[in-house]
């Protein structure tokens, strides 16, 4: 009786290469989990290391802040692309559907971190009568929020990890052949940078909470090391 050519594979491999098989498999998805912590509690004598904490964790995850500001205690990091299927050499990913997402799509992710005193709440819309702005810089009701230097208590630190989708404006897919794709034209003037390539956007499509767990559970492992006597000295705020 001829085996079907899936048994004959099975049979031929043996159930500990198929185990090896799956389990470099499982580890090809990726290597972020969900077992870091939401949110991380500090005492606000503990600030400056904190934040030099979420600085190095995103070096380490290759998105170095574009910006850090210690008075209202926000980080914003460089963009790095996710590693797809057809970059077995990146671990990145969260799981098997976000590389296959990767492969068929091209997507980043970059971080946000926020510093606040705990509990505090932003101040309702619902509540303001009229929207006149933001506030001036240096101005009463712009210090009004805090200053986490200066802030004395415990302080709350959160990640928010965003996952942006690149896109290309005014492509009409043509679902016969690629060949046949093409670009619509703006008829506005001076909106080009001059050359001829297609101009691409990048637009949010999602948060990766296992990112975010992944990154706080680094950072939070930082902030439970002693201090060292050759600690670095503190950066000027941006």
């Known amino acids: 009786m001829d085996r079907s050519p899936i048994r004959t594979i099975l049979g031929y491999c043996g159930a500990p290469t198929i185990a090896v098989l799956a389990s470099c498999v499982i580890l090809l998805t990726g290597c972020n989990t969900m077992n870091g912590p ?32 210690r008075t209202t205690g926000i980080i914003e990091t460089e963009p790095k692309t996710i ?8 671990f990145d990913s969260t799981g098997a559907m976000q590389k296959a997402e990767n492969t068929a799509q091209f997507q980043r992710r970059r971080v946000r971190f926020v510093f606040t005193p705990k509990d505090w ?25 805090f200053d986490l230097e200066t802030y004395k208590g415990p302080i709350e630190i959160r990640a928010r990890v965003f996952v942006e989708r690149n896109f290309t404006d005014g492509m009409r897919i043509n679902t016969w052949s690629s060949t046949l794709t093409s670009q619509t034209q703006t008829p506005t003037p001076g909106v080009t940078d001059g050359s001829t390539r297609a101009q691409t956007t990048w637009t949010p499509v999602g948060r990766d909470e296992a990112s975010e767990r992944t990154i706080m559970a680094e950072i939070q492992t930082m902030i439970d090391e002693p201090a060292t006597s050759n600690q670095t000295v503190d950066a000027p705020s941006s």
Do not use: H
């Not at 709440?121 to 929020?145: F, H, N, V, W, Y």
């Open 83 to 90: 590693g797809s299927w057809i970059e077995p050499w990146r």
């Open 121 to 145: 709440q932003p101040e309702s819309i619902e509540a303001i009568a009229t929207m006149t702005g933001p506030a001036a810089p240096g101005s009463t009701d712009d210090l009004k929020r």
């Open 38 to 69: 939401a949110v991380i509690e500090i005492d606000s004598a503990d600030y400056s290391k904190a934040f030099e904490a979420c600085i190095e964790a995103s070096r380490n995850a290759g998105m170095p802040p574009q910006a850090a500001d």
